[in-house]
């Protein structure tokens, strides 16, 4: 694959892994809910094609995928029609830019030959919708047709250009085209909840932001992962002048008021930090097995340790859920996979910057991070550590990056190195 495509974030990430991770050889026998690499999803895979089989449609092989929030909101779906491991069709709903996106490859060569912007869904009921859509005619990589719909007029044009399918290129062909209302319209829905969250942050409105941020991002909500916010202790700001926010004991969210009023760097750390609760999360389901305990049981506990709780023997023999050798290998498995952890959080929210960005940027990775995910990179490789399976895509991700990455001077990866290690170190 293209670096390029590999910095495009999100969009791109499912496609690029779907036919990786879900699709199977097995007889799909039913539809089949699976763990999905995008962190903050869950995905049931389908048989659906051919249409025609009897007694029902499918032949044994997945070819459908559907991605829901873990609040049941629908976030993308795939379709690799004819089966060949490749996906034909996308639709992506990107809840903070008002927009559902579809592509579709029409002749099997992983290029995108339609794309449909849709705002419809997101405007409201019983009103009519704007929907944009560019056409490649003769399938060679150049859309030839533009239509807009909207409730005033139907708008064709003519157009010459390569393909994409970003909202950033949807602004920049309606400019050419002079469709300066349209152009308008589209800007005025990719920035209205980015200005939002910039008002609530402004007035530092945190426990709306916080809840704000986690409905656009598309994160999961306090009913399915608990998280309390706080903040920095005031004598310790100084110290973390640069720390906009850090995910703590499985529950807490600290952040820092004085970081920086930058609303993208606010959605960057939120990102970062909410993908670290998941993993925890995920761990912890991934382990529990036939243990009749819970996620809320298991951070209470966590936190009972660390505040040195004692609830009685009585309550130790008899009442509490989770058990020492649970625990204890819960925080194992948690300290083993530090370094993955890390590198996963590091990519992915880097990643999805083109899914929250108002206007997409093509280059998504800080000279910052790329830093760090090089140096992440090469202490599992100096360590020799076994890559578990969960995180082979991951690192797949980083090896398609490893050219930019080469660029980086030596000395400061050795310095970011040199920190990890330390903080290896202390670690309990």
């Known amino acids: 694959m293209d670096i390029e495509r590999l910095l495009i974030g999100f969009l791109g990430l499912g496609c690029a892994f779907s036919s990786l991770l879900y699709s199977s050889s097995a007889v799909a026998e039913q539809a089949q809910e699976r763990q999905s690499v995008r962190f903050n999803a869950r995905v049931t ?6 249409l025609n089989t009897s007694p029902g449609p499918g032949n044994g092989v997945y070819d459908t995928w559907y991605y829901y929030s873990y609040d049941n909101k629908p976030l993308r779906e795939e379709y690799d029609f004819n089966e060949d491991g490749n996906i034909d069709k996308t639709t992506e709903w990107v809840n903070i830019k008002n927009v559902v996106i579809d592509t579709e490859n029409k002749n099997s060569d992983q290029k995108i030959d339609r794309v449909v912007f849709d705002y419809t869904p997101f405007q409201e009921q019983n009103t009519s919708g704007h929907k944009y859509e560019f056409r490649d005619i003769d399938l060679d990589g150049i859309f030839d047709e533009f239509v807009a719909f909207t409730p005033a007029e139907f ?3 003519q157009v010459h250009e390569p393909v994409a399918s970003s909202v950033e290129f949807l602004v920049t062909m309606l400019e050419k085209l002079n469709l300066q209302d349209e152009k308008y319209f589209v800007l005025e829905r990719t920035y209205t909840k980015y200005a939002e969250l910039q008002r609530l942050r402004s007035k530092e409105e945190w426990q709306v932001l916080f809840q704000k941020t986690r409905e656009y991002l598309d994160l999961p909500s306090d009913q399915v992962l608990p998280v309390e916010l706080k903040f920095i202790p005031e004598e310790q700001i100084q110290d973390n002048i640069e720390t906009v926010a850090k995910a703590k ?3 807490y969210l600290i952040i820092n008021p004085r970081a920086t009023r930058n609303i993208d760097d606010w959605l960057l750390a939120i990102d970062h930090e909410m993908l670290h609760l998941l993993q925890g ?9 036939k243990e009749k305990i819970t996620w809320d049981d298991l951070v209470q506990y966590h936190l009972d340790l660390i505040n040195s709780v004692n609830r009685g023997m009585m ?3 008899f009442k509490c859920p989770v058990s020492s050798s649970f625990y204890n290998t819960y925080i194992t498995f948690a300290r083993a996979q530090y370094l993955f952890d890390e590198l996963e959080a590091h990519l992915y929210s880097y990643q999805r910057r083109a899914f929250y960005n ?3 940027t093509r280059d ?7 830093v760090f995910i090089r140096a992440f990179h090469e202490l599992i490789q100096e360590q020799g550590l076994t890559i578990p399976e969960k995180y082979i895509p991951m690192i797949s991700e980083v090896k398609k990056a490893l050219p930019i990455l080469s660029r980086l001077p030596q000395e400061q990866v050795n310095a970011v190195k040199t920190m990890l290690r330390k903080t290896l170190l202390q670690k309990p």
Do not use: A
């Open 281 to 289: 999360q995920r761990r912890f389901n991934e382990l529990k097995g």
């Open 45 to 50: 895979q389908y048989d659906n094609f051919p």
């Open 315 to 317: 309550y130790n023999l």
């Open 358 to 360: 108002p206007i997409y």
């Open 155 to 157: 708008l064709p044009r």
């Open 249 to 251: 004991n499985l529950k």
């Open 364 to 370: 998504n990775f800080t000279y910052s991070n790329k």
